[in-house]
């Protein structure tokens, strides 16, 4: 049998996962900084509790997971699995052959963590998760069935100064891995005063859904998807302008402030995008800043975060110099909660997705060479008691903080060259008679061929 694995998912070299672990350490450093404690939730959840909390697309790319035991004997012998079931009878079949799935992403177990442990927790409570998600998703890209999310939600508050926090937070995190982005926000209920001035409150799911793939599929098929969920033309005609509105940000702002000045919904979502605008602007402007990237932050209209649970503002990242999709993305949810009998906890949160950062910073040739380090010590091995002597010096190594090993085996030195190369060892230590009767080692840099007699001590200080 010849082995694979699923589509859009990969195995990760050792030089993979330490570029992969200086990102999760970058991320997780800026984090604890901010204030965030750390939870995990289980990798299984209820399908009771992710159904129904993506929208209809993402319930379709839920991982279920087959029941245990003999299933089958529980279902109607009338039906039959066959082509010509309806999607009314397969849905039923699903709920009866699984009861659990593969979780979509972080913010709904979140939510239903939240609840659990009510009594555990002291609101506002600001935790973050750094774990695996799972989507069946057409695989492509920088899109990937198996990734990885890293996020940071701050639930017990309806505070605006919870977004600011967040827009800093991402500005310290991109600054930190080198990479210069544009931080675009809107908010929800600009897009819900939207909806209700074109006549068509009912449909905001529908235009919200439709208008966040407009960088991805562009606006003739944006329009086509909305005419196909029953919008009017007049309605999609009045659309254009406002979600192709240009200028500056207080330019955009000024025109909403008219055409929504009907919608009690959409004015409060402009108060909220300009408090939010102004005060991350000059927190940022007055917080010191080793980097001397220029991030942006920009209002755009066009984002509107496909997920149904958003009910304020949203965010979305992308990197200004890689051709990648969104990098980060996040929102205000102001009764997630409730669906699990805990209402009116507020929250709001922010996504890292760590693939896409790593194909950017791979793109980009970013990676620190420090983020590679492994082994940088080879002590050669030429037999039992050269092993011996070398041991206790290995340890000194180690309690020095440098990782260093002993080739195991008493092989031809060419061998033991040979693979101090291939792992990018930088330092071999050569010990034989000589050495150990003067306790000083002979120590060869492995990219220059220099060779150098040092003590232990000496080689520690030039590490």
Known sequence: MKPSIPKGTRDFSPAEMAKRN????????????????????????????????YGEEGDKLLFKVLNSGNFLEKIDASQTLTPNLSPLTLNHLAAQLCEKGLRYDLTVPFARYVVMHRDEITLPFKRFQMQPVWRADRPQRGRYREFYQCDADIVGTDSLLCEVDLVQ???????????????????RKILSGIAEVIGQADKLIDITVAIDKL????????????????LPADAIAKLQPIILLSGTDDEKLATLRTLLAASETGMKGIEETEFILRTARQTLALTPNPSPLTQELVLDLTLARGLNYYTGAIFEVKALDAEMGS????????????????????????????????????????????????????????????????????????????????YPDAAKMKKQMAYANALGIPYVVIVGQDEMSTDRLSVKDMQTGQQSSLTIDELIAML
């Open 169 to 187: 937070m991402i500005d310290t995190v991109f600054r930190a891995l080198g990479i210069r982005v544009a931080i675009h926000i809107n908010n």
């Open 22 to 53: 200086y990102i999760f350490d970058t991320i997780r450093s800026v984090f604890y900084t901010f204030g965030f404690q750390p939870i995990e939730t289980p990798a299984m959840e209820n399908l009771s509790t992710l159904m129904g909390k």
């Open 327 to 406: 990098i980060s993305g996040g929102g205000r949810y102001d009764n997630l909660t409730g669906i699990f009998g805990l209402p009116g906890v507020s929250g709001v949160g922010i996504s890292f997705g760590a693939d896409r950062i790593y194909d950017v910073l791979t793109q980009l040739d970013l990676f620190p060479a420090a983020a590679t380090r492994g082994t940088r010590v080879l002590f050669v091995n030429f037999g039992d008691a050269e092993a011996a002597y070398c041991l206790p010096l290995l340890s000194r190594l180690r309690a020095a903080g440098h990782a260093a090993e002993l």
């Open 215 to 230: 960088d991805k599929i562009g606006l003739e098929n944006v329009n086509a998807e909305l005419a196909e969920k029953g």
